[in-house]
């Protein structure tokens, strides 16, 4: 059985630096060059200004026939409201945005890796123990409910405002016990949603845990959100390694190996419920390292770019997705 996936690329426009709203045609066509058919882009949508950028944004996308996940990543459920007033909040601010948009947004992902926020921040933990994410009391049990509670009322919101909405919630590496707690106390949406990362393999294997959601949550599919290969340094990292991240032909060479073969292993697991595959994410984004220290995340683009988006330069990795992407239409 062939998988019919579809591949995307998640950009920021209105809120990063490299990504100014002028260049948004630019980089939709780049997208388009590589032959990607997804659009995930981030807006928190606090207001009618907010709305109408991601308008804008769709309106793009569907003129080059792509499709628009929107990520939309509040903060409001992080306070100390009561879980109640959290839920409600939260039912009546989703509305508001899926009845400004309608269907100007085929997939509403609600919030981006809730669960990291819920196990400290820490990112980078991605041991299988002792906290991977896997059980309840790895996480602020304050925090957890307070997520619960929010998921509850966005995706209450989003289905009130437009009923005709499908939504996706998200998680990072195994942290796995978030998103199982909130399908057994009866939250139903449309995407799971995977963030998995090339450093995620150095323990564990993306085939387990595509499986394992398959086996907890029966009824939805399965979105890779965000994948690249992985740039920043851990502490594990040995001295020699860390350099080696730092020197741009090497990182370059690396990233343009690890993307095709990590498309040949989603195929290779042959799961029909996987969709669609985001990479992270278009661009370089120099700012990060306004310090003058490295920062992975500011090389995660498939172009460099200057801090502010322009000098755009195709790096191996664009080659590298933009062939591998022309092969498997040609299969």
Known sequence: ???????????????????????????????????????????????????????????????NGMKLVLVVDVEKHYGMQSLGEIEREMAEHYKFISSSLRDAVDIYQIYNEMDVHCMGGNIANIFLAPADG?????YDSALFERCVAAVKGALKGIKDGFPGSKTCINFAWW????????????????VVGIDWYSDCEEVSSVELLIDDVTRHIPDCDIMICETNFW?????????????????????????????????????????????????????????????GGYNGESHFGFIACRKNGKGKKQKPAFYALQKKLADIKQV
Not at 134 to 138: L, N, R, S, V
Not at 175 to 183: D, G, K, N, S
């Open 1 to 63: 059985m062939k998988m019919n996936i579809e591949y995307g690329m998640n950009i920021h426009n209105s809120a990063y630096a490299a990504y100014p709203a002028a260049d948004l045609e630019e980089n939709i066509k780049l997208c388009k060059e590589l032959g990607l058919k997804t659009i995930r882009f981030n807006q928190a949508c606090n207001d009618l200004e907010a709305i109408e950028e991601v308008k804008r944004v769709s309106d793009v996308c569907r003129k």
């Open 231 to 291: 740039m920043n340094l851990h502490e594990r990292y040995t001295p020699e390694r860390k350099e080696a991240l730092k020197e741009a032909e090497n990182r370059d060479r690396q990233q343009a190996e690890w993307i095709p073969g990590f498309i040949d292993t989603l195929l290779r697991i042959n799961n029909p419920r996987l969709k669609s595959v985001v990479f992270y994410e278009l661009l370089d984004e120099p700012v990060f390292e306004k310090s």
């Open 175 to 190: 942290h796995t016990a978030l998103i199982y707690e909130l399908y057994e106390r009866g939250c139903r949406w449309d």
């Open 134 to 138: 896997k059980e309840k009391g790895e």
